[in-house]
């Protein structure tokens, strides 16, 4: 299964085309304040270098957040315009939850964390089971460096952005009897190759995005607040429909030619 996976939920933008569990093109690049700009041209990028064109793969994979309200909106607005131009199935990945998909060698609870806003974390709870199944513990959640701290009491894995910024803040509010073992580097990060992979196995059971998609932001953005009030067109709805319309004018301009150099080679013989 060819897919197109995609992850715009922090100021690192990673995008992926995978065949099943091998990858075939990837981009990473830090991209703060910029998905809007960069993110097209990157997957413009991973589809030419792994040789394939939107129509001739079998489905797309997007990270929901928690995360940057921006970056998540961009991500999954351009996902649902490519899902509507080339027809496409889209899977939604959770962003933590492919962040702990990353620490796959941990036995121990996996607490993938990322910065919110006003001194705040985002964090979720998931367990590797026996099995091989990554399992999520409990919902994601946002607060305080203190309310996490509080909330260990085993020995458990942290790592990711918010992990790094407010380590101290954490540590500080620790039981005495509670240990902390930091993840890799690699797993802090999340990666498009990890939504990807979830996304594969998602799309295999026929879990596909509905016509209706919310970002997953766990609290509501000031600027989500401010826009139902003033009853305007949501900003996700408005991207959607600016990149199903250039990647229908593409599709359109590619079939032209098409047909151009048939007519051609129709014309000299």
């Known amino acids: 299964m060819k897919i197109l996976a995609v992850e715009t939920a922090t100021s690192w933008q990673s995008v992926a085309v995978l065949d099943d569990t091998r990858v075939l093109a990837r981009c990473d690049q830090d991209a703060a304040g910029s998905h809007g700009t960069v993110l097209l041209p990157a997957i413009d990028h991973v589809l030419k270098e792994a040789g394939l064109r939107l129509t001739e793969l079998d489905g797309l994979a997007c990270s929901v957040g928690p995360g940057s309200f921006t970056g998540i909106r961009v991500g999954i607005s351009t996902c649902l315009g490519l899902r509507a131009a080339a027809d496409l199935p889209l899977a939604l990945v959770p962003t933590l939850e492919a962040m702990a998909w990353n620490a796959k060698e941990a036995m121990c609870p996996l607490y993938p964390v990322l910065v919110s806003r006003k001194g705040e974390l985002y964090w979720g709870i998931f367990r590797w089971t026996g099995e091989g199944r990554l399992e999520r513990m409990l919902p994601e959640r946002v607060g305080s460096p203190e309310a996490l ?40 990060k ?55 319309k250039k990647v229908a004018e593409r599709m359109a301009r590619s079939r032209q030619r098409k047909r151009h150099s048939v007519c051609k080679g129709n014309g000299n013989g």
Not at 198 to 218: F, K, N, S
């Open 149 to 188: 701290g509080r909330s260990l009491t085993e020995k458990t894995m942290l790592f990711g952005e918010g992990w790094t910024a407010m380590e101290s803040d954490i540590r500080a509010s620790l039981a005495a009897s509670v240990t902390i073992a930091v993840g890799s580097e690699a797993a802090a």
């Open 190 to 244: 999340p990666s498009a190759f990890a939504v990807g992979m979830i996304g594969v196995q998602r799309l295999r059971q026929g879990e596909t995005a509905g016509l209706q998609v919310a970002p997953l932001y766990v609290q509501r953005a000031e600027a989500e607040i401010r826009f139902e009030q003033a009853g305007g067109v949501s900003p996700v709805a408005r991207r959607q429909e600016r990149v199903t």
